[in-house]
């Protein structure tokens, strides 16, 4: 069946380092990817997303390319923040006879100062 | 404008008892869905609905029950909780021609002792 594997954390960078969280996945029919942020407290959010193969998704200086051949969806960012510490989450969207999301377990990100 | 509201935000049980927990939502999604969240397993989905009247079993349906009476609340149940059932919920909307993004509530914590 469809499913995700993320890249495990914790993750601890220190600011203005380069942030690379993986993320694949496993899927009949060309659902869209995700990434979802969650920050303490609060419930996910949407970051960014892409709808088909070689679409780039990008948001606060995150981006992530959907690539078809690796089956891949790895988050980067040039340069994290303290704001950006938070649970970041790889998603598999619905086909279209579908409605189920499947979602990674998540990466924690710590940013120092 | 609140978006997505779950409530209550916190409780604890004891075993064998049960309760209710409420999402509602303003925006006039189609969709609602539960997730429960556990440490190490991402968001895993419980049951969801289409629409009003409408309820489908998700990944972990056992001892949960659901009801979308109106379009706007989604309810879900467990009739005599369990500490398995100790999780944090979280309650998704999404559009029926948009149903790749989905809005999250901010989560209610449940712990079963």
């Given at each position: 069946g469809d499913s995700v594997t993320q890249m495990e954390g914790p993750v601890t960078l220190s600011e203005e380092a380069f942030l690379t969280i993986n993320c694949t996945y496993t899927a009949t029919g060309y659902p869209s990817l995700f990434w979802y942020v969650q920050y303490p407290g609060e419930g996910l959010q949407l970051l960014l997303k892409a709808t088909k193969a070689d679409d780039k998704g990008s948001n606060k200086g995150f981006e992530a390319t959907y690539r078809k051949e690796t089956t891949s969806f790895h988050l980067e960012k040039g340069s994290v923040q303290v704001s950006d510490s938070a649970v970041y989450f790889c998603a598999l969207g619905p086909t279209s006879t579908g409605n189920q999301f499947y979602f990674g377990t998540g990466t924690s990100l710590t940013v120092i100062p | 404008n609140a978006g997505v509201t779950q409530t209550p935000k916190f409780r604890v049980l004891k075993t064998g008892q049960s309760m209710t927990l409420l999402c509602a939502q303003?925006?006039?999604?189609?969709y609602m869905y539960w997730y429960r969240q556990d440490p190490g397993m991402g968001l895993r989905l419980i049951h969801y609905s289409v629409g009003e009247g409408t309820t489908a079993k998700g990944e972990v349906p056992d001892g949960y029950n659901v009801s979308r009476?109106?379009?706007?609340n989604f309810l879900l149940g467990l009739e005599s909780a369990a500490p398995s059932q100790t999780s944090v919920y979280f309650c998704a909307t999404g559009q029926q021609l948009a149903k790749n993004i989905q809005y999250f509530g901010a989560g209610t914590r449940l712990s079963v002792l």
């Open positions: - | 303003d925006m006039n999604h189609e009476l109106k379009k706007q």
